[in-house]
Each structure stands twice: as structure tokens, then as C-alpha cells.
């Protein structure tokens, strides 16, 4: 980075002690740009309460931000004014940023991005009447220390672009920053994405929640004026930073395997729920016979299709919930891995049958070392 740094996890109970950051913090303002859209309630207290108050107590002030929109009635937006509450105990400028895209996507960025780029209609929650005015990151880490040089009270302070765009023009600007053509915009009532959020929620796929619907639902316009009266830095619209840098393939890549990230991972939940089904319930006597010519005893191999599938259905379970993905993936490299060498060991002809047999294992090992690229996020 360029400057010395050290790791912090505000979820860890050490995190909450003072002393934890005593030497990091004495003496020093503190940025605080840490925040969850869903977790549990204690990670919610954790990352904004406990640590958050930890570190201010060696602090000398500093800056807090947090986000517009949090009058939502949502454990995001209550945890968010919990936060603000104790930075302003210790004497933090509160901001409130709008919407924050950079160069880069992650999160709720990314969720729009992904949208864009869609082929045949780009959804939009409501009517997509929305009002954003996005800010950029680099601008935002400006006006950060600008308040830090000359603190312009304790807030809390709206900040954003001077560009006030809907959703639909920003989806639209979003579309042709990627060099696409137009598509016909395809409004989501409120019941339907609320759904959309529920099952996002269920299946733990990140910014797609009925958090994220209700504050989009809201609107993610900052009022910027009151803070800029007082500073000297001058955010650029999003028109403007978006043109500064074109889209490379990179972006374009990012956007559409965003959206595909959570199919692959519920295409092979399914896979292995049915597997497991087979294991569990398929009568012995369809498999009993590849089994004839070996020395174990028939019992031997119904415990181990019956023992398999109970394996196959714990991944099923792991990956609808997308339980430690790393972990999840290892254990579904080994097992298709183990039962390819089995299989091939019991009955090498599956891999001459006309519709693939133990082929397919090889696409679907593929598949899985692709999707745990796409989950290694951090």
C-alpha cells in the first residue's frame, strides 16, 4: 500500500477492547468506511458499534461513512444510525455518501453493472424514477481528507455528485459505457423484487436482498449542497468520471459473470441434490451389477452409494447457503475427482457411453474450479 497497515477483523471479540488499537489509533483521526448490508444482528453490532467505539477511544477525531437513506425501516439503516450515534460521541464527522462507484465494482456497484449488461431488457426495480447522484470513490476519499484538514462540523453531512440521474438513466448511462446497444427497460413492481430480495436472502447472494430493494426503493440521492457551501473539492458527475476511463474487456467480463455467479453455484446445488437423491434411494439392484466382479460384498457397496449421497447432499446444502465457498469447493473437486477414479477403476466403459457417462465429469470439474474463482472476491 505504501504505507504501513495492519489487519483488523471488527467481527473478532478482540477487536472491541481499546487496547486492541491502541497503538494503531493513539494520536491519530480515524476513517471509518466499514459497513454491512446484511449480517446478523451481533456482526451487525460488531462491525458497527463495538469495534467502531474501540477504536475512537485513542482517537483524536476524524471521520465516519456511513450512508443516505438510512430513515429505512431495515437492520442496515438502524445499525447505520446506531454507528453515527457513537461517532458523534466521540467528536467524528459524520458523511453520508450517495451512491459511490470507482473504477472497479463491488457489491451493489457491481449488481448494476451486471443489469446492464443483460441482453434482451434491463430490469429495474419500480419504474426506475430512482434518483441517484452517484459520487466517485477517489472524489469521496477527497472530500474525506478535505474534513479532515478542516473539520466542517460534526453533521451528519450528505455527500454525492452534482449529477441527479434516475435509475433508468444510470442503468442506460451504465449500458452504453460498455460500448452495448440499447434495450427496452423492463420496470419490477415492488411485491416482485421484494421476492427477488427474499429468495436473494435465503440463498445468501450478496446484494441481491430486500435490503438492498428497500433502499433502492427509497432512492440513493445524497443532498450535497449544505457540505459543499463549506469545502473547497468539487466532485465530478457521473458523467463525467464515467467517460474519463473506457470500459475494457475486463469490466464487461466482470458484469456478465456477475449475474452468472450465483447461477453456477444453484446449478450445482441442484446437481448434487439430485445426486444425493440417487445415492439415497436408487435401488441396489441398478447398480449392484457393475459391482459383480469385485471382491466386496454387495453390503459394502450400498453403504457407500448410501454414505455418498448423504455427502452429495450436504454440498447440495453448502452451496445453497454458500457455506465457506473455498471449503465447499475443495470438497466437491475431491469428491467428483474420487468418484471419477472409482468409477473408472469399477467400470471403465462408462466413459465410452453415447451420452458422456464419466465424460461429463470433466466439464463439471471445470465448472467448479470456475465458480470458485468467481467467489475468491477478497
Known sequence: MGFATFTADLSDPKSHAPKFWKDAASGRVVVNAAGLLTASEARFRAVHVDAPLAAYTHAEGGVLSSAV??????????????????????????????????????????LLRGLATLPFGTPMIGDGSQMFNPIHAADLARVVAECLQAPPGPGP?????????TQAHLLQ????????????????????ANAGGAVGDAL????????????ISHGVEADEGPLMARLKTRPRGVDQFLTARPAGTQDLWH????????MIRLTLALLWLMSGLLGLFLPADQ??????????????WIALARGGGLADLAIALALAR????????????????????????????LWLLPLGGLLKN???????????????ER
Open 362 to 376: 470433466l466439464p463439471i470439474l471445470m465448472l467448479i474450479a470456475v465458480w470458485l474463482v468467481l467467489e475468491d
Open 255 to 262: 458484469a456478465r459473470l456477475f449475474l452468472l455467479r450465483p
Open 157 to 165: 453531512w450528505d455527500i454525492g455528485g452534482p449529477t441527479h440521474i
Open 173 to 192: 448511462g451504465l449500458r452504453g459505457w460498455f460500448g452495448l446497444p440499447e434495450t427496452r427497460a423492463v420496470p419490477m413492481s415492488k411485491p416482485l
Open 204 to 215: 445468501n447472494m450478496g446484494p441481491i436482498s430486500r435490503t438492498a430493494v428497500s433502499q
Open 69 to 110: 437513506g438510512i430513515e429505512a425501516d431495515t437492520p442496515f439503516a438502524r445499525w447505520r444510525r446506531k454507528g453515527e450515534g457513537v461517532a458523534h460521541e466521540a467528536s467524528l464527522t459524520i458523511l453520508r455518501p450517495g451512491f459511490v462507484m470507482a473504477d472497479t465494482s463491488y457489491g451493489g456497484t457491481s
Open 322 to 349: 454458500n457455506w465457506r465457498p473455498r471449503v465447499t469447493g475443495a470438497a466437491q473437486l475431491a469428491l467428483v475427482g474420487g468418484y471419477t477414479l472409482a468409477f473408472t477403476l469399477i467400470a471403465p466403459a
Open 287 to 300: 447398480f449392484l451389477p457393475m459391482t459383480a466382479h469385485l471382491p466386496a460384498p454387495d453390503w459394502v
